[in-house]
């Protein structure tokens, strides 16, 4: 079955932590995205990634980073330098970069 | 440019019509639309290209008319199921960069 997994479900932050949300497709797309959403907001871009070991930022990506080593994976970190990171976190992925973009099933990140 | 999207909520109860506006300012080749229960992920519903189509899929269809450079999303008969936030998303009609979704509508039906 194809599609795209985001793990965890649901992440716990401490103050001062980093964390990393994972994103895996098998699709064999070549762009990938990360979104953030607050509650009754719409969708906010993060990142990016055109192709592999190129990415963008979007509108929102002071206190993320991002990696693109592999076509299949790309993992979102929530540095500690974000200092509202309570969301839900939702990645995509399209065949090329106009094209559809397909979701994942979201993490929740909660900061404790 | 974000494209802008009307109404941003509407309430009606389960059998009535709504129409969800999205509205561009820049010249589109596409338009993508998507439903997202809360809680959950947005799902792809239709994309219309230039070319001034309408597409059906059953009571929900939708049509794009390039030339204002807006797209409706037609709900006939309205079911419960059909309550969520719909997003729409946009794409240049220069086909250089990435779909850019509007703010969403809120659905809400009653029974």
Redesign the interface.
């Known amino acids: 079955d194809g599609g795209i997994t985001q793990s965890p479900k649901y992440l716990f932050r401490k103050e001062g932590q980093n964390v990393t949300l994972s994103c895996e497709q098998n699709l064999n797309h070549d762009?990938m995205?990360w979104y953030r959403q607050d509650p009754?907001?719409?969708?906010r871009?993060i990142y990016?990634s055109q192709i592999v070991n190129d990415f963008q930022k979007g509108d929102i990506a002071e206190g993320y980073s991002v990696s693109r080593e592999k076509k299949e994976s790309f993992p979102l970190t929530v540095t500690s330098a974000q200092k509202n990171p309570t969301a839900?976190y939702?990645c995509a992925s399209?065949r090329e970069?106009?094209?559809?973009?397909?979701?994942?099933?979201?993490t929740r990140l909660l900061v404790l | 440019q974000q494209p802008v999207q009307s109404p941003q909520a509407v309430i009606l109860r389960e059998g009535e019509d709504a129409v969800i506006n999205c509205s561009s300012s820049k010249a589109l080749?596409s338009v993508?639309w998507y439903r997202q229960k809360h809680?959950?992920?947005?799902?792809?519903l239709m994309?219309l290209l230039k070319g001034g189509e309408q597409k059906g899929h059953d009571k929900i269809s939708a049509s794009f008319n390039e030339k204002k450079q807006q797209s409706s999303l037609y709900l006939t008969a309205s079911q419960l199921s059909y309550s969520g936030t719909y997003?729409c998303?946009t794409?240049?009609a220069h086909?250089?960069?990435?779909?850019i979704?509007?703010?969403?509508t809120?659905l809400h039906i009653l029974p």
Not at chain 2, 101 to 104: A, D, E, H, L, V
């Open positions: 762009a995205y009754g907001q719409g969708l871009l990016y839900f939702l399209s970069l106009q094209e559809t973009q397909y979701f994942g099933p979201g | 080749y993508h809680g959950e992920a947005p799902v792809f994309i997003f998303g794409e240049s086909r250089d960069d990435k779909i979704f509007g703010k969403g809120r």
